[in-house]
C-alpha cells in the first residue's frame, strides 16, 4: 500500500516512459513524497515489443513500479481504469507517457487537493498542440458536456488526482466502454479544476486524429 499511485497507460512510449518516470521521482523526492507506486498499463502497443520490453526493464530496476499488460488494445480511458484496479493509494494521480503531463506540475494538483476536494483536475489555459487538435478536442468537450452533463465551469485533462475511495468506486463500473469524466461525475460533485502547464510532446505525433476524437 502507497500513499501515492501514479497511473500511465502507455501507447508506443519505449523513447518517453523511463524519462516520465524517472522525473517524477525526482519531483516526489523534491515534494517529501517518500511512499509511492506506479502502474504503468501497456495498451497493447504495435511496436513489436519495444514498449513493453522497456516496463518489464523498469519494474526489474525499480521496486516500486507495477506492469499490467493488455492484451489487445483498449484506449485511454480503458487502460487508464485497468490501472487503477491495481492502484493502492490513498491518492491516485494520472499522467500521460510523453512528458506533456509534466510532473513539475504535481504540486498543483496536490495544493487544490489539500483544500478538501475529492477530485483535482489539471487544465490548460494553453495547449501546445496543433490546430485540428485543439479543434477536436473542442468538439469532444462540447459534447462530453452535453452527454453526460458536465458543469461547464470544470475544465478537464487526462492529468488529474483523486482520493481513493473515488478509486473504489470507480473500479466497481464494469461496463466494456468506459468513460472516466462520466464515472467520476457519478461518484462525487466535490471537483476541482486547477490551470497548470502544457509542456510540448518530446517524441513523435499524437495518436488522436481528427475523425477518432469526432
Keep these: 500500500v502507497a500513499r501515492y499511485s501514479v497511473v500511465i497507460p502507455c501507447y508506443k512510449s519505449s523513447k ?33 515489443g519495444a514498449t513493453i520490453n522497456v516496463l518489464y526493464r523498469m519494474a526489474r530496476k525499480w521496486p516500486f513500479i507495477k506492469v499490467v499488460n493488455l492484451g489487445k488494445n483498449a484506449g485511454q480511458h480503458n487502460a487508464t481504469m485497468a490501472g487503477l484496479q491495481y492502484a493502492t493509494g490513498d491518492y491516485i494521480i494520472s499522467m500521460d507517457d510523453d512528458m506533456q503531463t509534466h510532473p513539475s506540475q504535481i504540486i498543483r494538483l496536490k495544493e487544490k487537493m489539500d483544500e478538501g476536494f475529492d477530485i483535482v483536475y489539471g487544465y490548460y489555459p494553453e495547449k501546445k498542440e496543433s490546430f485540428f487538435r485543439r479543434m ?71 495518436t488522436y486524429t481528427l475523425k477518432k476524437l469526432i
Excluded at 524519462?19 to 497493447?44: H, I, M, Q, S
Excluded at 492529468?159 to 466502454?177: E, G, L, Q
Excluded at 479544476?193 to 505525433?205: A, D, L, N, Q, S
Design 16 to 48: 518517453t516512459i523511463e524519462k516520465v518516470v524517472a522525473l517524477t521521482v525526482k519531483e516526489f523526492g523534491r515534494l517529501g513524497f517518500n511512499d509511492y507506486e506506479f502502474v504503468l498499463v501497456n495498451d497493447c502497443s504495435p511496436d513489436n
Design 136 to 206: 477536436g478536442s473542442a468538439l469532444n468537450h462540447f459534447t462530453v458536456r452535453m452527454l453526460i452533463h458536465k458543469p461547464k465551469w470544470l475544465k478537464t485533462s487526462s492529468y488529474w488526482m483523486i482520493r481513493k475511495y473515488v478509486r473504489d468506486y470507480a473500479i466497481t463500473y464494469t461496463h466494456p466502454s468506459v468513460h472516466l469524466q462520466g464515472v467520476f461525475l457519478r461518484i462525487t460533485d466535490n471537483i476541482a479544476c486547477v490551470p497548470i502547464e502544457h509542456f510540448k510532446r518530446e517524441v513523435g505525433t499524437s
